[in-house]
């Protein structure tokens, strides 16, 4: 895979007219990235502005979500939302889904005339792919405004519409990472009276931590959110300490379920666990963190390999039609089979976790490539 692109989205809410796409050679980036297609987004009724990337097709349909984001400049929505749809071909590729890598990036602008006349034109691009990229929630846009985007297309799942519980199906998924790595550092993959330090206690660090005290082990948490802390506390007994002295607790295992970028080379210098398995998207703040941890003996279970519970659900419902309990526990299966083939990797070839992750993903596009990549839906 070539050079990924990185931006961390900030700052205050330009017009798209300040925004600008700014020498980047679009072609170029296509050719360097691997991607199928971008298409811009563009309804000035409305004030609809962005972009949909659909990175790879070879497995199947792309699905990744949409979000609504205030960016500094246009070429910093597509770079985000390049890396974004480049991480999902990965998480379904190695989570053995039929389905590829696509993301959507709405601009958060002060010209946004009509909120929910916007997601209805979103919602009609997302239709115009003719199920060629399926779409669902992220960061900016409530369950409410996907049900809007819903009202025209029929390839966008509202999450309220779900049956199933999809923190919960990730929660089994981190469950199954971590009792891969517990093993693979010799520790035996029971969970019976461990110590794992869980970090953020919103949908997925309250699941997790409840499953863990269930398996008999000991948590110990942080939530910058004091009243969220106190209340996961006192419904599952997990002893709490301050978000800030989370890296220095003495544990078996460490597991990110706040924001991303949390591992950095100053994070990962004060752990005191032998490894880390979590929810949290993008926790490596920079590569190289990878290969630190390795250094430093402390086993970094990937992210998406990790993590891939909801989608795996949603693809399954959306392309499969199917979905039944059964698969819950069977997630945790899988999530445990696949982190363990990653260490055995790591530990043969040397190579830090993460890297061995993205060559198993990036391995399991080639055997279709060589016939036909890209995915047409059948009408
Ligand atoms: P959430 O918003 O419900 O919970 C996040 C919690 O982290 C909040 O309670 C927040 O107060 C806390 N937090 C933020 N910064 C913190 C810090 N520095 N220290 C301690 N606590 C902090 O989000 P969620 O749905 O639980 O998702 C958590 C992570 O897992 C995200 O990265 C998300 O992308 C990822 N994830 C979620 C799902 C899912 O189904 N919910 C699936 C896959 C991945």
Sequence with gaps: MARMVTYNARSAKPHPETAHLSGIDVLALMRDQELEQIVALND???????????????????????????????????????????????????????AGGGKGVLIDHAGIKDRAGMLRAMGRYVESFGGRFYTSGD?????????????TSRYVAVPDDRKLDLAGAT????????????????LGRSLQGRRVVVQGLGAMGARVAALLVKEGATVIAADTD?????????????????PEDVWDQAADLFCPCATSGV??????????????????????????????LMRRGVLYAPDYAVNSGAITLTA????????????IAALGERVEETVTRIFETSARTGNPPQQVADRLADDALVRPRSTERQFWPLR
């Excluded at 979000?67 to 999902?88: C, G, H, K």
């Excluded at 080379?265 to 990878?290: H, I, M």
């Design 44 to 98: 000035p009724a409305t004030g609809l502005s962005g972009f949909v990337v659909i990175h790879d097709t070879t497995r199947g349909p792309a699905i990744g979500g949409c979000r609504l984001w205030s960016y500094p400049t246009a070429d910093a929505a597509l770079e985000d939302a390049i890396r974004l749809a480049v991480a999902m071909t990965r998480k379904c590729a190695l989570a053995g889904l039929n």
């Design 139 to 151: 960061l900016g846009l409530s369950g409410a405004d996907i049900a809007r985007m819903r009202e």
């Design 171 to 186: 929660a089994w998924g981190v469950l199954g990472g971590m009792r891969a790595t517990l093993a693979a550092a010799g």
């Design 226 to 242: 004091a009243a969220v802390a106190e209340r996961v506390a006192s419904s599952t007994g997990a002893r709490l300490v301050a």
């Design 263 to 292: 591992l950095t080379s100053e994070t990962a210098a004060r752990l005191r666990v032998r490894g880390v398995v979590g929810a949290a998207n993008n926790q490596l703040d920079a590569p190289e963190v990878d290969a630190e």
């Design 316 to 327: 399954r419902e959306f392309l499969e039609r199917r979905s039944d309990l059964r698969d």
